[in-house]
């Protein structure tokens, strides 16, 4: 199991994944599950995977290819649009399926999550599904996950808006990661982290969070204690 999410706000996006991978429960290892795609002042990408791990690598592996060898077909570096980049990322997608289709009873159950911008156009998030098919952040919905989401969505409810500004949707995607990774063991550090700022086109801010990590850890601990102090708060209840 994974998690990652994205959170698109009016200032840009922020993007972060785990590097837990297991099969089976005393066999962990670390690999990347973000991928990010640049080329300065033009266009930025950032893929979160989750899933089958060598589906998602294969699917960037493609995508990767097609960048170098494909220029007449529709690519990563020819793309007009984020809508079309996300068709580009939905058809390597099919192709990787079709390919490995009757090859054993796997079922291929590779998703994404495609952020970034392109130049004239405005920063956009898309959660596309194993299927192929995807949908768009917007202000109802600004942030997308996919993985292990359910013991980080509460924190992202309640905090996250279009207006909140990137630092604290960075401190509240760390929350949801901390709340995550007590709750379930399949979901661990390192943590990878992208900040992107609305219409930069390049990435300034990454960080990766190792164990042990002075922040996190700070984080954590004023998260936990900070919740503890609520709760002590809260009016009894009257019988």
Known sequence: MTYCV??????GIVFA??????????????????????RKGDRVFVLLSSGNL???????????QRGKTDAKAPNLW???????????????????????????????NASFILGGQIKNEPARLFRIYAEGNYIEAGADTP???????????????????????????SKCVLVSFDSTMRSNLSVGMPIDMVCYQRDAL???????FDQGDAYFNTLSKGWSEGVRTVFSQLPDLKW
């Open 54 to 64: 060598a589906g998602t690598q294969a699917v960037i592996s493609v995508l990767k």
């Open 202 to 208: 390049e990435v300034r801010m990454r960080r990766r």
């Open 17 to 38: 994944s785990d590097s837990r991978t297991h099969a089976g429960v005393d066999n962990f290892a670390s690999f990347s599950k973000m991928t990010v795609f640049e």
């Open 6 to 11: 994205g959170v698109l706000v009016n200032d």
């Open 78 to 108: 020819t793309t007009s649009t984020m809508f079309d980049t996300a068709a580009v990322v939905s058809d390597a997608m099919r192709d990787i399926e079709r390919r490995d289709a009757g090859r054993n009873d796997l079922v291929f």
């Open 143 to 169: 942030y997308l996950q996919t993985g292990e989401t359910k013991y980080g969505k509460p924190i992202l409810d309640r905090v996250i808006t279009p207006s909140t500004g990137l630092v604290d949707a």
